[in-house]
């Protein structure tokens, strides 16, 4: 228990130095929440949105599940974005992955985990639909790495074939989908240039009229 209270403790200091700062700080943070950015990455406690960006709460809207996965079918996901595109009038939809992601190092290999091996299934369908240039790479970690980087690419793409999406881009709204990696090891992040602000931009299959 003694782990368990410390929380309690940390928080008590985290609201005397916000109050030592503005009085008023957790007044005027009630009143609304007006994000510009949909954070969409790893539940690896090793990347905490907030402090990686340097941005306050209130600033972010932060999503995040195994691998920083947009699954069609997850009505969690989905929600979110909905929530964040509609209701919050996003900017910016971040997805960000991480090196050294235990999902994706897990969906690299045969073993049965248990549950969460339907859920890695997403993450082999992205390294079977880059097989080729994956197994050309013979170095493990560096092919691990591509697999982090490629699964983000991929997920970017999720996001902007979602209808949710589509219809801000069709009604004008100004959105952004962006593609970013993390290296835990020097806590850089690095924009892997993928950036969708417009339906021309991903394949017609995925189009809704």
């Not at 009505?75 to 900017?91: D, F, G, P, R």
């Not at 971040?94 to 994706?104: A, D, E, N, S, T």
């Not at 091996?117 to 691990?144: C, G, P, Q, S």
Request: hydrophobic share 40%.
């Amino acid at each position: 228990m003694k782990d368990i209270t410390q929380l309690f403790e940390n928080n008590k200091k985290f609201v005397e130095r916000r109050l030592g700062a503005d009085e008023n700080y957790f007044k005027n943070l009630a009143k609304l929440q007006a994000p510009k950015y949909l954070w969409i990455g790893c539940a690896d406690s090793r990347v905490p949105a907030n402090e990686i960006t340097g941005l306050e709460p209130g600033e972010v809207f932060v999503h995040r599940n195994i691998a920083n996965m947009v699954v069609h079918t997850d009505i969690n996901c989905l929600s979110v974005i909905q929530y964040a595109v509609k209701v919050l009038k996003v900017e910016h939809i971040l997805v960000v992955g991480h090196y050294g992601c235990g999902g994706v190092k897990a969906a690299m290999g045969n073993a049965n985990i248990g549950l969460i091996d339907n859920w890695l299934r997403n993450i082999k369908d992205v390294y079977r639909m880059h097989e080729t240039e994956l197994d050309a790479v013979t170095d493990e970690e560096a092919r691990f790495r591509l697999l982090c980087e490629l699964n983000v690419k991929e997920q970017v793409l999720n996001v902007c074939n979602t209808s949710i999406v589509q219809k801000a881009w069709q009604g004008g709204q100004d959105l952004t989908v962006h593609g970013w990696i993390f290296d835990v090891a020097d806590g850089i992040l690095q924009d892997l240039n993928v950036s969708i602000s417009e339906k021309s931009q991903i394949n017609k299959i995925y189009h809704f009229h």
